[in-house]
């Protein structure tokens, strides 16, 4: 997904991953998502393919999961596009991060020229405008590593690339797992859309 729109979440993203989410929970497979997204994609154009209905879909299935969801942030993870890549949380059954991981309740860019426009306004010289919203910027990220996201306990580890495949078969294990129930299947179906 990252080659196309930077890896920002659209509608036919957000109903692919859903129905992908419904298969997995249909047939009692526990889901990996790698996740790498800076969030939803937003603006006029976005909003006028009813984005919000569509990303609703993908929230609601992934709230409604009966097998769990392991995540690993390979690099961006932001707004609430992370949080439906990661499950709903980053308080999944497990959650790691490589450390080129960076964690934000949004883009940062975007939350440095929303949440400091005042302050960045107040600044007559456009030069160093610039260099406070870099200093911002740089400090946002900083914050938003996730060496610092570990140890806040945003994400379970921080692990090496190269362990990938040994840390998501960990957490697959049975310590991290609950069986579904025996039974009829929780998803008895799965949308046709």
């Known amino acids: 997904m990252r080659r196309h729109l930077g890896g920002a979440i659209d509608r036919d993203a957000a109903d692919k991953a859903a129905r992908f989410l419904q298969l997995c929970d249909a047939f009692a497979l526990p889901v990996v ?6 969030g939803f994609m937003v603006g006029p154009d976005a909003e006028r393919t009813a984005t ?5 879909r993908l929230f609601v299935t992934g709230a409604n999961l009966s097998v769990p969801v392991v995540a690993l942030i390979l690099r961006k993870a932001h707004g609430l596009g992370a949080m439906a890549m ?6 999944a059954p497990a959650t790691a991060a490589w450390p080129s991981g960076e964690l934000g309740a949004m883009g940062l860019e975007g939350a440095v020229r929303l949440g400091y426009r005042k ?5 007559a010289d456009p030069g160093e405008r610039d260099r406070e919203y870099e200093r911002l910027l740089a400090e946002l990220y900083d914050r938003g590593k996730a060496v610092n996201a570990a140890a806040a306990p945003e994400v379970d580890d921080v692990i090496d690339p190269a362990d990938s495949r040994r840390w998501i078969t960990a957490a697959l294990d049975d310590r991290h797992t609950e ?7 929780r ?6 859309w």
Do not use: M, Q, W, Y
């Open 86 to 91: 990661l499950g709903g949380s980053t308080h």
């Open 52 to 56: 919000v209905r569509h990303f609703s």
């Open 179 to 185: 069986p579904i129930p025996a039974g009829p299947k």
């Open 119 to 123: 302050e960045l306004a107040a600044i």
């Open 187 to 192: 998803r008895p179906f799965i949308d046709t």
């Open 33 to 38: 998502s790698l996740c790498d997204t800076p």
